[in-house]
């Protein structure tokens, strides 16, 4: 295990923690997501984090209970397979309370984390850059302040053995009411200090973002479930080299590069922080730099693994995630990655599948790995960001080629006819562009 900074809390030679699994499936919540998928996927999350799986148990419930999250009969059942599986780790999959967290622990002795603590653990392992690792500091303190008090009496009553430093997330010791306050007190003023340095990364990327929108090149973000194959699509169309794995939240920090389109377009492609089912929307929201992509770009690419079980629950969490962000009136092109996987399916098979998902149905299908469909990908960007240009009938002289060069290469041209002594030309610009064609329009639409 290591903590936010790379450092390891224990040596390698240590076992890996065993893990127990508990879901609830609460009718009242109306989850798209049967529990046992849910649970799945909750596995998917504790093998990222290095933690062995020794067993799961879940329980349908009207709604959760106060005190334990499930119910007290439950509890007991889990306290015997913990027993049975030699559990030193129990991981709920919905999000606890600091006091339900803290009644587990006591009455079942052991730690208590659950999913949002998890995936902090991940983005810890993932932060890559200053700012990510400052962003994730950031959100593991905010979690960790509340649930401060059940460190406390956990590691009290372990005292004598040292107390169990919790992985990852929860690594504090507090051994002391003393001690406790202390540590919150630290834990507020790093607190207020990392929102400080936050700060003065965002004021930086905002000059940034002001020069970028100047040149009036396009920006298309691309989001989409963890693991739908974002990173790959970006390797794909831009030749970056940004990591893509077979595990959750391989990506963290935005990556932007320029892509070439059909038309010899320029535009600025974006990867993002994936998505993922009960993750608080706070937590995306904590990784600023992905929400002010988003929230710049002039289209969003909304990449769904077609070939998952869960493809239409995460389709569903995605457009949710969005519209918690405030982010869902950008438009949006749903790409549907994997379709290598499905053998011999044909364009109109693929169609029926996303229709069946209730997926728009204006789709386009690509393998972002084997580079099928990246054309048509293109070709459709393209005339959606036209969209989203304004409408400029000029006469550019000869002189000004520049400008007939720089409207080729960030806009759209739909007719150029060659009259004396320039071009009488009708088409598309990027807004921001349009000024510096304002003296030479016939009539701008
Ligand atoms: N078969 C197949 N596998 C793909 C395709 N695209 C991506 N993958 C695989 O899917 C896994 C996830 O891909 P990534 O590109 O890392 O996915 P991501 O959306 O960036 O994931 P996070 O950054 O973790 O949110 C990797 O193992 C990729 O090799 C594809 O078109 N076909
Ligand atoms: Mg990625």
Redesign the pocket.
Known sequence: MRTHDGKRLYPTAVPRRRALLVGAEIASMRSPWPVEDSLDELALLAQTAELEVVGRIFQRLPEPQPKFFIGPGKVKEVAALREQTQADLIVFDDELSPAQTRNLEEELQTQVIDRTGLILDIFARHARTHEGRLQVELAQYQYLLPRLRRQWTHLERQAGTGGTAAGGVVGLRGPGETQLEIDRRLIERRIAWLKDQLADVHRHRELYRQRRRQTGIPVIALV??????????L?AMTGAD??????????LDPTTRQVLLPGNIVALMT?T??FIQKLPPQLVAAFRATLEEIEEADLLLH?V?V?HRNAQEHAQTVEQTLRELGVDHKPVLTVL?????LEGATAEDVGQIAAEMGLPTDIVA?????GWGLQTLGERIVAMLAQRMVRVDAYIPYQRNDLVALWRQRGVIEVEEFEGDGAHIVGRLPPALAPQFARFARSSL
């Open positions: 989409g479930y963890t693991n739908a194959g974002k990173s790959t699509l390797n940004v990591l893509a794995e077979d595990k959750l939240f391989a990506t990867d922080v994936g990449v693994d070939t990655n994997k379709i290598d996987l690509v393998s972002a790995q084997r």
